[in-house]
């Protein structure tokens, strides 16, 4: 894989398996399979004068518990990623690693001074003084989720700038550091509105932090970074009140199966649970380009975690989706052990 590469490019799969789109199973796309209840005609959105945020800000606001001043919006998670890196000066770049490759990417691209810390083995490796902390919670590819409060006592100490990922965070019951940010007055907390709520083509995400840390981020944003159709569309989509719960229990119930089809091949070897919408799993018998390729056949996706840090080729991540579609992937999966 190329280094920033990413999963779930669909499209070039199915015109590389000389197949349609809707015809793939894409285990290796993040992006939930259920999608909340949306009734909106885009003819009747106003696009005539220039959007603005205040009902979007409010329903945030309300959602998180927190002022509109402590949110900054963004073209997407990604987006946020790259200014709050470009923002901040500090020179050090900690990055809790494996983690979201885009951190690394944007890091770099600002000449930071990078420094990764495994996560998986070397959880408490010290911090150099005044760095850019960055914590991805619940983590990608594997989705385990970190109680950070004692790390935040330590980085406080190390006076850093805290940037929480919590893209993941709603596939879980756990609690989100929103509560820390008026006691920690470094940390920063990125959101994704797309991931949970199926819409990654809506491009929304923000930041929350204290009013004081939005304030001189927002000095150097543009006034409208997301079109009036981006807003609305989330606007609706909160507004799914039983969404968040149904969709929590059907994806509970499809990650069990997931499991259960894992744990009952040997071509697997144990993974670590998921608090995320995917489980990264380690591969027995070949590398994950072999895997990949074996699955073309049944025209199944899977992400290979070759280029994430310290992961070797037989890592791989699949997402958790319809139980409809794990069966076609259980019955993929017997038929390649056969064939070993």
Request: charged share 25%; hydrophobic share 40%; glycine share 2%.
């Amino acid at each position: 894989m190329q280094q920033f590469e990413h999963g779930g490019d669909i499209i070039s799969f199915a015109r590389k398996i000389n197949s349609t789109v809707d015809q793939v199973i894409d285990l290796s796309s993040n992006i939930n399979f259920l999608k909340p209840s949306v009734h909106l005609d885009f003819t009747k959105v106003k696009i005539d004068s220039y959007p603005k945020y205040d009902n979007l800000s409010e329903i945030l606001s309300k959602k998180f518990n927190i002022f509109k001043e402590n949110i900054e919006l963004y073209n997407g998670a990604s987006s946020a990623i790259f200014s709050i890196l470009n923002h901040l000066p500090n020179q050090n770049c900690i990055i809790y690693s494996p983690a979201y490759l885009e951190y690394k990417k944007a890091a770099t691209l600002y000449h930071k001074d990078i420094i990764l810390i495994n996560r998986l083995s070397n959880l408490d490796q010290e911090v150099p003084k005044d760095s850019i902390v960055i914590f991805v919670n619940p983590s990608t590819p594997d989705g385990q989720f970190y109680d950070i409060e004692t790390f935040l006592e330590y980085w406080k100490e190390q006076n850093c700038k805290v940037i929480i990922d919590e893209s993941f965070l709603e596939f879980s019951n756990q609690p989100s550091a929103i509560k820390y940010i008026n006691r920690y007055t470094n940390i920063y907390i990125i959101k994704s509105l797309t991931k949970f709520y199926s819409c990654a083509g809506v491009r929304v995400g923000l930041i929350i932090s204290s009013k004081i840390n939005i304030s001189l981020l927002n000095r150097k944003e543009p006034l409208w970074k997301i079109s009036a159709f981006d807003s609305i569309f989330i606007e609706q989509v909160l507004k799914d009140d039983k969404f968040v719960e149904i969709s929590r229990a059907i994806n509970a119930n499809a990650k069990t199966y997931l499991e259960n089809i894992l744990n009952g091949s040997y071509i697997f070897e144990n993974f670590i649970y998921s608090y995320g919408n995917f489980i990264l799993v380690k591969l027995k018998y070949f590398d994950a380009v072999t895997f990949q390729k074996k699955l073309i056949k049944y025209k199944i996706m899977i992400r290979d975690c070759s280029n994430f840090d310290f992961l070797n080729k037989s890592y791989v991540r699949i997402a958790v989706k319809s139980i409809k579609d794990l069966k076609k992937f259980e019955k993929a999966i017997k038929s390649i052990e056969e064939s070993i």
